[in-house]
């Protein structure tokens, strides 16, 4: 019956989901069904504050503001259990942001006078709401009222949505309290920290020494340095913060403190600390500065703690509405520059290279289409040496320079290629005329494995040293490549091989059975075959791009289905890597590897149906392949 | 900072103190507007009690009402709380046909009151509304046929159809081709509500019917005024009963 029918679906949506039973029913017994067809604007901008809270039961909506001038904002997008107007009905002024029906919504709406009772009566309902509603108005209205300013973007914004758990640096440096000063600092300068934590005989924290406290206490007052550091060291109660704080209550608590440096506490154990220093990176508009780091590091041993807060520089990315694109697109530029940088310090450990060479990568780091943490793939092209003796010493250095950078960029926590695409393997690492017959061999005798190789080596791109040698790779490639229909039609077989999953969402193409069951592995089903559909196209037209949505935008004034559908497949990248991003950062967040299977149950509708729009979309242009190439048939 | 935020709201809220209802605003049929529907009144601001009956069976002369449901719609929303739903001691024989279709036993019917007893409840809760349902012709042959043994009268209250509705909406829809499509169509309120993405749960039961027929006429509140039809009198002009 009715009731029993809202009840059960109030059963599986938070904060409702939190009540008992008997709660539900008196709820749900004041319930209104409403129904809003698609572009219904529900609530209107400074308008009148909404009598009701509504809770969708079937369909989309779209929260958004409009600047003064002129432009959407888009705020948020909400569809099946989740909650609308929720700010609008506590406070008591007008509302704050239009919500749109953007699809057909049906929707039930709570009373005023039901969703004020809650909210005295329990707080896990008002945090609920609280923090879906405001967190992400405060989020995206905080990055507009700074868009306008280029330099401070979203930047005292981030001080209000990033938890300062995400910024602590979770390896904290110790030392026990009996140790002298001159060793706390020793260790402070080893391990480059500016905050020592010290520990008692049980290894809890008893008390902190920062640069500070060694300057003020120590030099100033000229105490000696055998005297053991826990003469200096700030005592309890020590400043604190918990993981979940905002970051700018940790930096409200290091202005009143007069420190510079805070313990952040999950759930009451030590996870970590906070610095002044990672709420500049942070205010600085993070990304750039990130770079900044990394060009003023002269050892790899300081590289590490950079690469490793390049997921955070994803997780802020994301919070601050970044499209797929950009964000792939600065996750490549640092992790070009932390190979530059590797690079560098190779050149100076072995000498400058006696001959000029040019450092390429390719796979996912050659399209510029890097997420979290992705395997080296590189290789190296040098210049052509008659000389035989020159030709031997180039090869002994640029064997030992890629060897460093493989090791260096595994400790920098880059996992090595299991296909062993690397630089460090002779195959990988040779003169500019050995690649170009290696490309013509592949391009020529086209075998399912030239095919393998030529689909991760064609992605490639130089990063370092004579970019002209790259260059000229790809030169060869392009005139190789021209009027190769053989090799084009064992490159279309592969391409379609691979369907995206079509049809209605719960026929997604699955994993059947094992870890993934009944998952939906993103990458092999829906992101590669988008990929491979866009390179071969790249490759017939002979075009240097290697990144997928400079190619789609090089190939619509050229290629009569991407003319057609390049704005559509550029959305569908766009979304389908989006979706994986949003999914790997979760994952990280709970400690898990990041992978790319996703549980299509969990989509929301929207999403279900992006999804479902977008692999229609890609099953299209390999249509349009298997037209042109008839894969599977002999020619 | 949430949980500040939280207090300061709340604490601005406490001059609100709510009335809170833990059972339904009111009992069926003792709200409603003071006067009857003008036919002058917009489509949306109308009140509509949307209902069904069940029956021992098809016969318009042998068969009557076994259960009846029904469900508000003002101001385009259903409230969930007040619904009108009982089930009637048959004065006809209950057939096993019937039985099956709308689930309810002969031991449950005859435990229940009489439509008599019912008859002035259902009248109170559909007070100043006008009656919607779908193919409401039957019911309403049904429900007259009662009142005219109960009391000798008949519902006055204007009645609409949903089916003459929707058959009026398809034959102006833009696309041509889709009316003749739809010529064939399964006009059953299974295949409507399905047609609108509307769930229906338990059909056959007379308030769950009411409550699916509820959403469909939510939609053609929305539909009908984009065609034209404003008032109550146009929709009574097309589909009324």
């Not at chain 1, 064997?399 to 090791?407: E, G, P, Q």
Request: aromatic share 8%.
């Amino acid at each position: 019956m009715i009731i029993e029918e809202a009840v059960a679906f109030l059963k599986k949506v938070p904060p409702f989901q939190f009540l008992e039973e008997g709660r539900l029913h008196s709820i749900a017994l004041n319930l209104a069904l409403e129904f809003y067809p698609k572009d219904t604007l529900i609530h209107r901008q400074n308008g009148p504050p909404s009598k009701h809270l509504g809770i969708i039961k079937k369909g989309a909506i779209k929260v958004f503001v409009v600047t003064e001038d002129g432009e959407e904002v888009v705020i948020d997008y909400r569809s099946e259990g989740a909650t609308f107007g929720f700010l609008s009905l506590i406070g008591k002024d007008k509302v704050r942001s239009n919500v749109m029906a953007i699809e057909d919504t049906i929707a039930y709406l709570l009373n005023k006078e039901i969703v004020h009772q809650l909210l005295t009566s329990n707080p896990d309902v008002t945090e609920f709401l609280l923090k879906a509603h405001l967190a992400t108005y405060i989020d995206k209205t905080y990055k507009e009222m700074h868009s306008k300013s280029m330099f401070h973007g979203g930047s005292d914004r981030l001080l209000f949505t990033t938890q300062v758990g995400e910024l602590a640096t979770k390896m904290v440096i110790t030392a026990a309290s009996t140790a002298s000063i001159q060793d706390a600092a020793r260790i402070m300068v080893t391990k480059k920290v500016s905050a020592l934590v010290i520990t008692d005989h049980d290894g809890q924290p008893a008390g902190m020494v920062t640069d500070r406290d060694l300057r003020d206490k120590v030099v100033a007052q000229g105490l000696v340095i055998s005297e053991p550091v826990s003469a200096i060291m700030s005592k309890p109660p020590l400043i604190t913060v918990d993981a979940r704080d905002f970051c700018f209550e940790a930096i409200l608590r290091m202005i009143r403190h007069n420190v510079h440096h805070v313990l952040v506490l999950k759930e009451n154990k030590l996870h970590g600390i906070v610095t002044n220093h990672d709420f500049m990176i942070l205010q600085g508009a993070s990304p750039l500065s990130f770079a900044k780091f990394i060009e003023n590091q002269d050892r790899i041993s300081s590289l590490v703690p950079v690469s490793a807060k390049i997921n955070r520089v994803i997780d802020l990315l994301l919070k601050e509405g970044a499209k797929a694109s950009n964000i792939t697109k600065i996750i490549s530029e640092l992790n070009d520059r932390i190979v530059r940088k590797v690079l560098t310090i190779a050149e100076k450990q072995y000498g400058p290279p006696p001959v000029p060479y040019c450092w390429i990568v390719y796979g996912s780091e050659g399209r510029k289409e890097q997420t979290f943490r992705t395997d080296q793939d590189n290789g190296l092209i040098f210049q052509d040496v008659e000389d035989s003796e020159l030709r031997t010493r180039a090869e002994e250095y640029f064997a030992s320079l890629a060897i460093f950078v493989r090791d260096a960029l595994t400790t920098c926590g880059f996992p090595l290629c299991p296909g062993d695409y690397m630089a460090a393997n002779p195959l990988w690492r040779k003169p500019l005329s050995a690649w170009k017959e290696q490309f013509a061999g592949w391009v020529n005798t086209p075998t399912s494995e030239a095919i393998l190789a030529s689909v991760i080596l064609f992605d490639f791109r130089g990063v370092h040293g004579e970019l002209a040698l790259a260059e000229q790779l790809r030169a060869h490639l392009s005139h190789l490549s021209r009027q190769k229909d053989m090799f084009f039609k064992h490159m279309a077989d592969m391409v379609v091989a691979t369907r995206p999953p079509l049809g209605f969402f719960k026929t997604f193409v699955v994993e059947k059975n094992g870890e993934h069951k009944d998952k939906l592995n993103l990458k092999i089903k829906c992101l590669a075959p988008l990929i491979n559909v866009v390179r071969l196209f790249s490759l017939e037209e002979g075009l240097p791009e290697t990144s997928t949505l400079e190619r789609i935008q090089a190939l619509k004034d050229r290629h009569p289905i991407i003319r057609e559908l390049g704005d559509d497949l550029e959305h569908a990248l766009e979304f389908i890597m989006l979706l994986r991003i949003h999914h790997q950062s979760a994952q990280i967040e709970a400690g898990e590897e990041p992978n790319n299977y996703i549980d299509p149950e969990k989509l929301s509708n929207l999403e279900k149906n992006t999804l479902q729009t977008s692999c229609k979309l890609i099953s299209k242009a390999q249509e349009s392949i298997v037209r042109k190439y008839s894969p599977g048939t002999v020619m | 900072m949430l949980r500040d935020l939280a207090k300061q709201l709340l604490e601005g809220l406490e001059g609100l103190q709510a009335r809170i209802y833990s059972t339904p605003t009111s009992l069926p049929g003792q709200r409603g507007p003071e006067s009857p529907t003008d036919p002058d009144t917009l489509l949306r601001e109308a009140r509509y009690v949307v209902f069904d009956t069940e029956l021992t069976g098809l016969s318009r002369r042998k068969d009557s009402v076994v259960s009846l449901g029904a469900v508000l719609v003002e101001n385009g929303r259903i409230p969930l709380g007040e619904y009108f739903y009982r089930v009637v001691s048959p004065r006809t024989a209950l057939t096993g046909k019937s039985v099956v279709i709308h689930g309810i036993t002969p031991t449950e019917a005859s435990d229940s009151p009489t439509i008599e007893a019912l008859l002035p409840e259902f009248m109170r809760f559909c007070k100043n509304s006008i009656l919607v349902g779908h193919f409401v012709g039957i019911d309403k042959h049904f429900l007259d046929m009662e009142l005219k043994q109960f009391n000798g009268g008949r519902f006055r209250q204007p009645m609409i159809d949903t089916h003459k509705a929707n058959t009026w909406l398809r034959n102006r829809r833009d696309n041509p081709c889709a009316f003749h499509e739809c010529q064939a169509q399964d006009m059953s309120l299974a295949a409507l509500a399905t047609s609108y993405g509307i769930t229906a749960q338990n059909a056959h039961n007379a308030l769950d019917d009411a409550y699916v027929t509820a959403q469909v006429w939510q939609r053609f509140l929305w539909e009908l005024p984009l065609l034209g039809l404003e008032r109550v009198r146009d929709i009574l002009a097309i589909a009324g009963v």
